[in-house]
């Protein structure tokens, strides 16, 4: 092949990660929460060793898995105390004798009872309390996912799979927006050892937004100063997730599995631990030790960030924060409980969230 193919080739697969100054950085940030206890008790550190219907979301090439019946994921947590809601569920189907898996999984984040205030003041000046309504600003995901083996022997394991994600977006009758995009992943797992490679939003991942107001909420915009949004496309750019895991048998019936993810964004400077441009890394780890594959618990940390030192007055101190995470599970035949606590800070008034997830696994043979 000549250089100069090579080169146009190089161009047009890397063409989507050229201009990201145009691309929001914050964009869908609820795609970004985790799945699932067992992996957000873990820091979130999941490519590498991610085997169960939650990999739709960590890595789908970790979907192949699921083998022998489907397998059903369930997951609540509140954020904010209590004003967030975000729930997931996934489904899982092994087919064609184990070698691939088909999925789908949902996640939905919500606020809800938000106070429109804007007939709060009467054209007279005076305050009616009986103008303010309520509602809701909802994100929601799609992701259709397929896995397939490579490599399936004693001592290499290899897998392949891809998303195709819907995204719909929707502030009260404001605002809707319709989304899609595509991720990709790669695992593999040689003895004690794994490795995870995914891509999410590979070839940019796009929001359309449309707004509806009234003419009367257009007049009380334009009469408070506020802007009047026009349609926009928001665009998201992709991020790239490797991931390292190492699973130390401690005895017969004890395992620890330990696992290091490095997110990699390529959207200029990020308040992360290594912050550059147009490249960030943003690193988490996590452990988990099983007993006899019933009992577990967990523990991770990550999203490091540069924050204000509490008690500074003169806003001046920074210090680094960060996300710790516990957690802990139990197995009973096909149904697995998991449950996971994390905190978003580790100063003072931290926001704590209690995560609980349900496993199931639909096994005809034990209803037989």
């Known amino acids: 092949m000549r250089i100069s193919q090579l080169i146009k080739i190089l161009y ?31 820091g979130a550190a999941q490519v590498s060793s991610v085997s169960d219907g939650t990999a739709g979301y960590w890595n789908p090439a970790g979907l192949t898995g699921v083998q022998n019946f489907p397998s059903i994921n369930l997951m609540h947590a509140s954020y904010f105390d209590n004003i967030g809601k975000y729930d997931y569920a996934s489904v899982a189907i092994p087919v064609n004798d184990n070698k691939r898996t088909i999925g789908l999984s949902i996640l939905r984040f919500a606020v809800d009872d938000i106070p429109n205030t804007l007939f709060l003041v009467e054209p007279d000046g005076s305050i009616n309390y009986g103008n303010i309504t309520t509602f809701s600003s909802a994100d929601y995901a799609f ?55 995914v891509a999410k939003d590979l070839t940019t991942t796009f929001n359309a937004w449309s707004f509806n107001f009234t ?88 999203n490091f960030q540069k924050a204000l030192a509490d008690g500074d007055t003169t806003n001046q101190k920074r210090v680094w924060i960060y996300q710790p995470s516990l957690g802990a599970g139990f197995k009973i035949n096909n149904v697995s409980i998991d449950y996971a606590f994390s905190n978003l800070a580790n100063q003072s008034n931290p926001l704590y969230t209690h995560i609980f997830s349900l496993k199931f696994d639909l096994d005809k043979k034990e209803k037989k």
């Open 12 to 42: 047009l697969l890397l063409l989507p990660c050229i201009g990201f100054s145009q691309f929001r950085k914050y964009s869908n940030e609820f795609l970004n929460i985790g799945a699932g206890a067992r992996g957000l008790g873990m």
């Open 143 to 197: 992701l259709f996912s397929f896995a397939q083996k490579i490599k399936d022997d004693d001592d290499v394991k290899t897998s392949f799979g891809v998303n195709a994600k819907i995204i719909y977006r929707k502030v009260g009758h404001f605002a809707t927006a319709w989304g899609f995009g595509f991720d990709a992943g790669f695992k593999m797992q040689k003895g004690r050892w794994g490795l995870g490679i």
């Open 215 to 302: 003419e009367k909420e257009q007049e009380v915009l334009y009469l408070t100063k506020n802007d009047i949004p026009v349609k926009s496309t928001e665009l998201t750019a992709p991020r790239l997730t490797l991931g390292t895991s190492y699973n130390f048998r401690l005895g017969s019936s004890v395992n620890l599995l330990a696992e290091a993810d490095f997110d990699f964004t390529f959207d200029g400077r990020r308040n992360t631990i290594i912050s550059g441009d147009p490249v960030s890394v943003d690193p988490h780890a996590g452990l988990e030790a099983s007993i006899k594959n019933v009992f577990f618990v967990r523990a991770g940390i990550y």
